[in-house]
């Protein structure tokens, strides 16, 4: 498997022969983004906003992966999210999942808070959420067996 990050902030984790298995997309928040301009509504307040934060966007996963493929690659990709943010300087995450989903996000073991309640008029349940991450984060990760130590590969430099 490799992870790459691209200069558009994107993240792709690819299987062995280089196909997509997953990717997200991080989106500065210092400018339009999506919480801000499509679903201001899921936050009680101002959304998280600055050069520290990004919003993860297009959080996908190979429908071709079986279960166990996805686990691991759904893993692999939110540990290149900690690690990107650690390498970084970036200090939150924000993001709208969901219910469903946003649960599990929650149950992962790190620092996940809800910016507001969930839409009850979609039937989805869409809520918005901020992740603070930090030095302990990894660790936090680890005792629920999701954090896996990675080292990201920067697109640019993967092609030179």
């Not at 939150?92 to 808070?113: K, M, N, P, R």
Request: net charge negative; proline share 6%; glycine share 6%.
């Amino acid at each position: 498997m490799a992870w790459f990050v691209t200069a558009l902030y994107n993240i792709v984790i690819t299987d062995e022969t280089g196909e997509h298995a997953g990717s997200a997309r991080l989106l500065q928040t210092d400018r339009p983004h999506i919480l801000d301009t499509i679903f201001p509504n899921l936050c009680d307040g101002v959304p998280p906003t600055g050069p520290t934060v990004r919003e993860i966007t297009r959080f996908c996963l190979a429908r071709r992966l079986k279960a166990r493929e996805r686990l691991a690659t759904r893993n692999r990709l939110v540990s290149a999210l900690v690690e990107y943010a650690l390498s970084n300087g970036i200090l939150t995450y924000t993001g709208v999942a969901e219910w469903a989903w946003f649960q599990q996000i929650l149950a992962f073991g790190w620092e996940c808070l809800p910016l507001g309640l969930p839409d009850n008029n979609d039937p989805r349940g869409l809520s918005a959420m901020q992740i603070n991450i930090g030095p302990d984060t990894p660790n936090l990760l680890r005792q629920s067996g999701i954090f896996a130590q990675i080292h990201l590969m920067d697109l640019d430099c993967a092609a030179a």
